[in-house]
């Protein structure tokens, strides 16, 4: 039976953990020079219905340095965008491929193709749920402060799909999470109702971000949402974070973004550029983070984990 990563919640707590470490010791690797090809010969499938940087340039370059290859799908390109079923797709690409990367709109449509897959599926965002940028956030807070279990997490902004997956990661890692959003922007509310005990909603970003160890926030309008923009930026005013508000969390507190990033909306231009700030390891690690889950997937635990 092929594993998926649809959401946090397809690893166990160990498995994520697993995972992190083996980005950590995949990187550490590739810096010093290292040739490691685990995936030589292996083929991932990539369907981007959204545009992307990181997500397409992490996956590519992460399955080139395994020694495998990559191919861009795009709904262009691919009889999925001129309506074939997506469980037809799934079983054709099945018989081509080791792995598939879905980046769509709608959840269902990777939750879909993953119950006709017979190789592994990869969530690489959806409107509901962005797990692999949860990887990279969780591997770079480990490589700078040591474990987030038992930290304080404050996301800031809209209940979005990177929202929603921070509240998957409380769980899986073990943190509380603080939510500062305006009313009406909430995460979907299945997840707060399943994690009450770990999660607290602010309307003053302030107060949620006092004493936290971690800070995030993204975009107020999202892909798809730009017809938006001027109503959220009402919506969202004060809840932009700047490096005073920075000053209110833990002496050795973290500021990280997914990117791309609006400076001068929710988040102050100079914060970019403020040491608390890591958002380019951040960003660089989606490509360790992503090929210690394709190793995974594909291949299992590797035993000798140094």
């Known amino acids: 039976m092929a594993r998926h990563f649809l959401t946090l919640l397809d690893l166990s707590p160990e498995e994520l953990n697993y995972v992190i470490e083996r980005a950590i010791i995949i990187k550490k690797g590739l810096k010093a020079g290292e040739i490691y090809e685990p995936l030589k010969n292996k083929v991932l499938g990539m369907i981007f219905e959204k545009s992307s ?5 992490s996956f590519e370059a992460g399955m080139t340095q395994f020694g495998g290859s990559a191919i861009f799908l795009s709904p262009r390109d691919t009889q999925l965008g001129r309506g074939e079923p997506v469980e037809d797709s799934a079983r054709v690409l099945s018989e081509m491929v080791d792995a598939v990367m879905i980046r769509t709109f709608d959840h269902a449509v990777v939750e879909r193709f993953a ?8 969530n690489a965002l959806t409107d509901d749920y962005h797990p692999c940028q949860l990887l990279a956030d969780v591997q770079t807070y480990v490589e700078k402060r040591g474990s987030i279990q038992g930290k304080t997490v404050t996301w800031v902004g809209d209940g ?23 009313e009406g922007f909430e995460p979907l509310p299945e997840l707060l109702a399943a994690n009450e005990e770990r999660i607290q909603i602010f309307r003053k970003p302030e107060d949620a971000v006092a004493n936290s160890h971690l800070v995030v926030t993204d975009v107020w309008a999202s892909m798809g949402q730009e017809d938006e923009q001027k109503a959220r930026e009402k919506a969202f005013e004060g809840y932009q974070v700047t490096t005073e ?3 209110l969390a833990d002496n050795d507190a973290l500021f990280m973004h997914c990117l791309p990033a609006h400076r001068g909306e929710e988040v102050s231009a100079e914060l970019m550029d403020d040491p608390r700030a890591v958002i380019w390891q951040e960003a660089g690690n989606r490509l360790h983070a992503q090929k210690a889950l394709l190793e995974f997937l594909i291949l299992g635990k590797i035993e000798n984990n140094s």
Do not use: G, H, K
């Open 160 to 182: 979005n799909n990177m929202c929603n997956s921070y509240i998957n990661a409380a769980r899986q890692f073990d943190f509380q999470l603080n939510i500062a959003c305006p």
């Open 53 to 57: 940087t990181r997500t397409r340039v």
């Open 245 to 247: 508000m920075m000053d």
């Open 115 to 122: 119950e006709y897959s017979s190789v592994p599926v990869i």
